[in-house]
């Protein structure tokens, strides 16, 4: 995966990089938000708009997933497992470890930080889509990133509060 690849920098030790595949999938996102989503979602907006919108979008997309590496990275470094460099490609994002975790404990610290970040960057788009004012530009991009990332944990969510509720009412509310 180093191969082909271009360094962007390094953070907290770790080469950052980009596979040439990630700019296919990069400029396929870009250019279907551009030219399909925003026109839809946000009418009467400019051409320009819509591709900064896209672009911003790919960007944000492409740093979640990022973000989502680090993760695994920082917690795996944590754990006395260097890691080499983080890459950007197609599918996604790929962390180059080092070596294994020696143990089942580091192993499950590892993996399950992934699946929390995103968690947590999924509750930030959340958020921010509920505090800024509908009909803005900037609403137009956190639409698209809930739908990326936040749509399904928000149904997750929605239904664990549910049945919480309905559980606390059960014993309590009555
Ligand atoms: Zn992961």
Redesign the pocket.
């Known amino acids: 995966m180093t191969q082909g690849s271009l360094k962007l920098g390094t953070l907290a030790g770790i080469d950052i990089r980009v596979h040439y595949t990630w700019f296919f999938a990069f400029v396929l996102i870009a250019w279907s938000l551009a030219l399909g989503y925003f026109p839809t979602a946000n009418a009467g907006l400019g051409a320009g708009t819509y591709w900064v919108l896209g672009v911003v979008s790919a960007l944000l997309l492409f740093g979640s997933v990022l973000v ?2 680090l ?2 990275s920082l917690v795996a470094g944590a754990r006395g497992i260097r890691v080499d460099s983080i890459t950007l490609f197609i599918f ?2 790929v ?1 180059n470890i080092t070596k294994e975790a020696s143990t089942a404990r580091d192993e499950f610290l590892i ?1 399950v ?3 929390v ?2 968690l947590v960057l999924a509750g930030l788009f959340w958020a921010i889509g509920h505090v800024l004012p509908a009909g803005t530009a900037l609403s137009a991009g956190r639409n698209l990133l809930a739908t990326y990332t936040a749509r399904r944990l928000g149904v997750i969510e929605k239904r664990l509060w549910r049945k919480l509720r309905r559980n606390t009412c059960s014993t309590r509310c009555a």
């Open positions: 989502h590496e993760g695994h996604g994002g962390s993996a930080v992934g699946p970040t995103s």
